[in-house]
């Protein structure tokens, strides 16, 4: 059974608000929590400890700055430490999360981003934050650059990966030649590129999934995933099985961000009608559900990752 269409009006907005892009980080949730309140000391603290654990850093560093309040306490944790690059790095971020909602210039975010690189030549995330910015609106040549100024202080960066995948999957393929997207290449030269235990060994389903959203908005595929007929391929099942015998033997459960490559292969092994190996996924993804996947096409996240976990799990 598919997942039901989205509901319309505020029944929608109210589900969307239920995913929380800060996981399971139970540190995380509680400085955004104090953050809230104006307390910068609990997210100076967390970020302190966070270290140069790079995809942590960004994880933390991203959600934060997702916050409507974030932008005004980092310029009062500048005020009382005018030194401090995380703050200085948490405004910038904030302030390319105002400029995705065109609420700011995105010129005074790049300048931002680009000021703190400087502060911290080492840490890939003022770079994410660059990256996040030109993602949609950018050249190719800028993207790819940004990228690579990335990779350079941390090869395997996870959101990076991710952002890069979502961008190629949107470049038009040649007529005909869409098993053979540059996309794919892409992950699988980062997949084979990566450590053996690096997550992004789940990127060649990423990109299969993002490429799903670009044909389907362009009316190439059915808006409904599960009978689109996207997963049935046999390239499709070679690379969802390749992906799942990994994360059976994957052990590194304290990755960040394992959950967002959860729910793109529980919803791979969804549309695959492999109900069993998605039920096992559901069980490790609890209440974790991320907007990416289940949204796509155009659906409401929580509702299509309720009904697909509820049937999942015999309880539709």
């Known amino acids: 059974m598919s997942p039901p269409p989205p509901p319309l009006g505020r029944g929608r907005k109210r589900a969307a608000q239920a995913l929380d892009a800060a996981l399971d980080d139970a540190e995380l949730v509680a400085a955004r929590a104090a953050l809230a309140q104006g307390r910068w000391q609990a997210a100076r603290s967390l970020l302190v400890h966070t270290g140069d654990d790079w995809d942590r850093r960004g994880h933390r560093l991203t959600v934060l700055a997702l916050e409507s309040y974030s932008a005004a306490w980092a310029r009062d944790w500048l005020l009382a430490e005018p030194d401090s690059a995380d703050a200085a790095l948490l405004l910038a971020l ?42 949609g609106t950018g050249t190719d040549e800028e993207t790819a650059r940004l990228f690579d100024q990335i990779r350079s202080r941390y090869a395997d960066h996870h959101h990076a990966h991710h952002l890069m995948v979502a961008r190629l999957a949107e470049r038009q393929a040649e007529a005909g030649a869409d098993p ?28 299969h999934a993002e490429r799903y959203r670009v044909l389907a908005a ?3 595929e059915s808006p409904d995933p599960v009978s689109s007929g996207h997963w049935s391929g046999r390239r499709a099942r070679q690379v969802m099985k390749a992906a799942f015998d990994w994360w059976l033997e994957w052990e590194h459960e304290g990755h960040p961000r394992r959950l967002v490559d959860l729910n793109f292969l529980a919803h791979a092994k969804v549309c695959e009608g492999r109900g069993a190996e998605a039920a096992a996924l559901f069980h490790r993804i609890g209440e974790h559900a991320t907007p990416a996947p289940w949204s796509y096409p155009d659906r409401d996240p929580h509702s299509a990752f309720r009904a697909a976990r509820a049937a999942a799990l015999g309880t539709a």
């Open 180 to 207: 053979l997207h540059e996309v794919y290449d892409f992950a699988n030269w980062a997949a084979e590129q990566a450590p053996a235990d690096s997550p992004l060994a789940i990127l060649p389903v990423v990109a």
């Open 94 to 135: 904030a302030q390319v999360q105002r400029a995705l909602a065109r609420k700011e210039k995105p010129d005074r975010a790049r300048k931002a981003c680009r000021a703190v690189a400087e502060l911290v030549p080492a840490d890939p995330t003022p770079w994410l934050g660059l990256l996040m910015l030109e993602r």
């Open 218 to 220: 362009a009316g190439l």
